[in-house]
T-cell receptor
Framework: GAVVSQHPSWVICKSGTSVKIECRSL??????MFWYRQFPKQSLMLMAT?????????EQGVEKDKFLINHASLTLSTLTVTSAHPEDSSFYIC????????????FGAGTRLSVL | QKEVEQNSGPLSVPEGAIASLNCTYS??????FFWYRQYSGKSPELIMF????GDKEDGRFTAQLNKASQYVSLLIRDSQPSDSATYLC????????????FGRGTSLIVHP
């Protein structure tokens, strides 16, 4: 149980375009979803936390107008990278937690974004 | 700035040996500590977590916590080549938060 599906796994886009990444909890209701970014050889950096039906809480330094997060249902959250630039190229990972066990996060497989 | 420090490695051990991975953290209020394993190009997967001072064993893995020293470690007994990965230490932020702060991880190589 506790499977999180992330799609796409790999995307290449042109500079200036927008990219949407989906994160789904397949067998549980995710009350909270998290979005991370990881550059090579670096740690996971939390970008934002989202709760179903409410606005995402962004970490300091993360541009909310550039990284749009929507958590419209208990099983789906999306991250849209708007007007992507080469410096946005990174590994984006979502995770989800359920119910009272918010401490336990289940990770998606990640999305590798390359902006040309 | 709350930080998590881990030796980046690589830590190289022979198959069958005990691998010892260490982590120190600066957030004195952290109460819960998680260890994740991350294979190259993959997302992290939870190995185990520990809340109380002392040792916690789960199969070949043992987590050790010393809150006074702000130190947490992970021991892997009978190391296997399949254990070769990066191990991430992730204490939860203080104040009852459920949000982890990840270290950069220690790369472990288990050679046959």
């Amino acid at each position: 149980g506790a499977v999180v599906s992330q799609h796409p796994s790999w995307v290449i886009c042109k500079s200036g375009t927008s990219v949407k990444i989906e994160c789904r909890s397949l067998d549980f209701q995710a009350t909270t979803m998290f979005w991370y970014r990881q550059f090579p050889k670096q740690s996971l950096m939390l970008m934002a936390t989202s709760n179903e039906g409410s606005k995402a809480t962004y970490e300091q330094g993360v541009e909310k107008d550039k990284f749009l997060i929507n958590h419209a249902s208990l099983t789906l959250s999306t991250l849209t990278v708007t007007s992507a630039h080469p410096e946005d190229s990174s590994f984006y990972i979502c995770s989800a937690s359920q119910g009272a066990a918010k401490n336990i996060q289940y990770f998606g497989a990640g999305t590798r974004l390359s902006v040309l | 700035q709350k930080e998590v420090e881990q030796n980046s490695g690589p830590l190289s051990v022979p198959e069958g040996a005990i691998a010892s991975l260490n982590c120190t953290y600066s957030d004195r209020g952290s109460q819960s500590f998680f260890w994740y394993r991350q294979y190259s190009g993959k997302s992290p997967e939870l190995i185990m977590f520990i809340y109380s001072n002392g040792d916690k064993e789960d199969g070949r893995f043992t987590a050790q916590l010393n809150k006074a020293s702000q130190y947490v470690s992970l021991l892997i007994r009978d190391s296997q080549p399949s254990d070769s990965a990066t191990y991430l230490c992730a204490p939860l932020r203080s104040g009852g938060s459920y949000i982890p702060t990840f270290g950069r991880g220690t790369s472990l190589i288990v050679h046959p």
